[in-house]
């Protein structure tokens, strides 16, 4: 008898998981740009360096950010750059530099960088960091997992951006921030949402919809007028 319950729970639970589904969805952008968009047609040309740092924290489990190394961190990161690109009407060229946690140790990767400031009119430091909380996700795959993923349980990464301005004496001229968060529910039915909603094409949406909404801001400002 004690063998045929066993057997049971086995199938309960590998059906739950073979048949699980999940979907995610998005909160709104927060501080997003409220004004008239602004074209800076009569502006002069300038150069710009585009510094990219890509953090992780896991909330009660790691002390601090930590610098993701090895890139892309998230994938079609730079088609969602060069999309957003096309805010700017006044950029004559640009670089790009992705800050990695070994950096501390290669003398070479942080003078190429600095090189690269000095060389070009602006500078626009990005910092996109994910947040989740360790308690919470811990909880959430131990109910999922006891209850054969039968008990819907929501999964919450929270993200934050934040853009810096410098001028060519690196001399800060303006801040910009943003942050979202995507939440991934995971339950059996889901498996019907999955399609629709999955977590990689919401994650997406939201870098292009930052990254656009912060450049056409610096765009109207007139920030990188020289």
């Given at each position: 008898?004690?063998?045929?319950?066993?057997?049971a729970?086995?199938?309960?639970?590998?059906?739950?998981?073979?048949?699980?589904?999940?979907?995610?969805?998005?909160?709104?952008?927060?501080?997003?740009?409220?004004?008239?968009?602004?074209?800076?047609?009569?502006?002069?040309?300038?150069?710009?360096?585009f510094?990219?740092?890509?953090?992780?924290?896991?909330?009660?489990l790691?002390?601090i950010?930590?610098?993701?190394?090895?890139?892309p961190?998230?994938?079609g990161?730079?088609d969602?750059?060069?999309?957003a690109?096309?805010?700017?009407t006044?950029?004559?060229?640009?670089?790009?530099?992705?800050?990695?946690?070994?950096?501390?140790?290669?003398?070479?990767?942080?003078?190429?960088?600095?090189?690269?400031?000095?060389?070009?009119?602006?500078?626009i430091?990005?910092?996109?960091?994910?947040?989740?909380?360790?308690?919470?996700?811990?909880f959430?795959?131990?109910?999922?997992s006891?209850?054969?993923?039968?008990?819907?349980?929501?999964y919450?990464?929270?993200?934050?951006?934040?853009?810096?301005?410098?001028?060519?004496?690196?001399?800060?001229?303006k801040?910009?921030?943003?942050?979202?968060?995507v939440?991934?529910?995971?339950?059996?039915?889901?498996?019907?949402?999955?399609p629709?909603?999955?977590?990689?094409?919401?994650?997406?949406?939201e870098?292009?919809?930052?990254?656009?909404d912060?450049f056409?801001?610096?765009?109207?400002?007139?920030?990188?007028?020289?």
């Amino acid at each position: 008898m004690r063998n045929k319950f066993f057997a049971a729970m086995a199938v309960v639970l590998l059906a739950g998981f073979l048949f699980s589904g999940c979907a995610a969805f998005h909160s709104d952008l927060h501080n997003k740009f409220a004004g008239n968009p602004k074209k800076n047609l009569q502006a002069n040309r300038v150069n710009v360096l585009f510094i990219f740092s890509h953090y992780q924290m896991t909330r009660g489990l790691d002390a601090i950010p930590k610098l993701q190394s090895g890139y892309p961190v998230v994938h079609g990161f730079d088609d969602f750059f060069r999309d957003a690109l096309n805010e700017f009407t006044n950029i004559k060229s640009f670089a790009t530099f992705t800050e990695n946690s070994s950096d501390v140790n290669e003398p070479a990767r942080r003078k190429l960088r600095d090189s690269l400031m000095e060389k070009n009119d602006f500078t626009i430091k990005i910092r996109i960091q994910k947040e989740k909380s360790f308690a919470k996700y811990f909880f959430g795959i131990a109910v999922n997992s006891l209850s054969a993923i039968v008990f819907p349980i929501r999964y919450k990464d929270n993200y934050f951006v934040n853009v810096d301005i410098y001028d060519k004496n690196q001399r800060l001229l303006k801040t910009f921030t943003r942050d979202f968060s995507v939440s991934k529910w995971v339950e059996t039915l889901m498996v019907f949402f999955y399609p629709f909603y999955p977590q990689q094409k919401v994650i997406e949406k939201e870098y292009v919809e930052f990254m656009h909404d912060i450049f056409r801001e610096i765009e109207s400002d007139g920030v990188l007028n020289k």
